[in-house]
């Protein structure tokens, strides 16, 4: 199911139109009413993305639904050994459903289809995203939107669990409605960008997400010398290893937050803002009150890694910030991954490869 695939660095792909990708979708206007028993549920919010999941499901064919809906708890399997949930994978380059694709000639979806699933993506993010994110999968596919992403849909839309899973070349995204009990983004999520190439310079230039990682090194820059000694380690855990430690952080090495000065730890929130920025508004605010539930920033760790400095300059690409269930794992070399996993629940499992 999973590829190694390197994109070829001369590859362009076409633009997908602004128009297209930010309509107003009648779909969508439709979809505000897809779900009324939940309409007045306080303990439920069912956003747009999430109605337009059940706008999705509803127009399926049976053939459509055979190829890419699946029971909420299906597992994969390799040979007759199961792999896990399926809906709960995370990886940095993968099709949740092989041979099918959201468009092109790989789709198995009408262009209305089509164009619900490019509104359901939009939602997934913060508006000020959009335009990045478009960028991100340009640079990463060689091909237009669409081309080299596919979902699935667990469960079934307008019930009390569900989720659509989006997923290709650095991006797992979700859809969700809450259906995930104690687990931020509807389970583990991960995003990626190698802007001009597969082996990314120092400055990772065009990347969209290095930002993030120059904010972390701003805080490294603030430590003081045993604190930057506690902070910095030899090797990174392998990149998919995103699995909550709980009540065993605080023997992780790496520098505890609690233990920064205030000026520090102002500078951690405003990393940690950037980190969830991307996103759209109740995933952030979930995540928050998941990271909240479990001690608050003060409850993490950081950690930098000195193996994969690109250009040996001390801009440390490879870093790492960890609570009891919150994982927020990036990794700059050779090109941004970040592995993003958060729940209020220590217990919450995940099935992840890199």
């Not at 909420?72 to 399997?77: A, C, G, H, Q």
């Not at 389970?187 to 990347?207: C, L, S, T, V």
């Not at 980190?275 to 003060?298: H, N, S, T, Y």
Request: aromatic fraction near 10%; glycine fraction near 8%; include cysteine.
């Amino acid at each position: 199911m999973i590829t190694n695939h390197r994109p070829c660095q001369d590859c362009e792909a076409p633009e997908l139109s602004r128009r297209q990708f930010f309509r107003s979708s009648a779909a969508a206007a439709l979809a505000a009413t897809a779900l009324p028993h939940l309409a007045g549920a306080a303990e439920k919010k069912v956003s747009t993305s999430e109605t337009l999941v059940k706008s999705l499901y509803d127009s399926l064919t049976e053939d459509q639904k055979k190829k890419m809906c699946f029971a909420w708890d299906f597992s994969e399997t390799e040979g007759k050994a199961p792999r896990g949930l399926l809906r709960t994978h995370v990886s940095n380059n993968w099709q949740i459903v092989p041979g099918t694709r959201i468009t092109g000639d790989k789709s198995i979806y009408t262009k209305d289809q089509q164009h619900l699933v490019q509104d359901i993506f939009k939602g997934l993010t913060n508006p000020e995203w959009h335009e990045r994110f478009l960028r991100q999968l340009k640079d990463d596919s060689g091909k237009p939107w669409g081309q080299e992403q596919s979902i699935a849909i667990f469960g079934e839309p307008g019930t009390d669990k569900f989720e659509l899973v989006l997923t290709g070349r650095h991006q797992t995204l979700r859809a969700d409605g809450n259906s995930q009990n104690h687990v931020a983004f509807g389970g583990p999520i991960f995003y990626g960008h190698a802007a001009q190439g597969f082996d990314e310079k120092p400055d990772h230039p065009g990347n969209v997400f290095w930002p993030q990682a120059q904010a972390a090194n701003g805080v490294y820059k603030m430590l003081d010398t045993k604190q930057q000694k506690r902070a910095l380690l030899e090797k990174s855990p392998r990149e998919s290893a995103v699995g909550f430690l709980g009540s065993k952080i605080l023997e992780a090495p790496g520098l505890p937050v609690k233990e920064m000065s205030k000026d520090q730890q102002a500078e951690m929130q405003k990393v940690l803002k950037m980190l969830i920025d991307p996103f759209r508004v109740e995933d952030r605010d979930e995540a928050m009150a998941c990271l909240k539930k479990q001690g608050g920033l003060e409850a993490c760790t950081l950690t930098f890694y000195s193996d994969g400095d690109i250009g040996d300059d001390g801009v440390w690409d490879n870093w790492r910030l960890e609570g009891p269930s919150f994982v927020w794992y990036y990794r700059g070399s050779p090109h941004v991954h970040v592995w993003v996993h958060v729940a209020d629940d220590p217990s919450v499992a995940i099935n992840a490869r890199g």
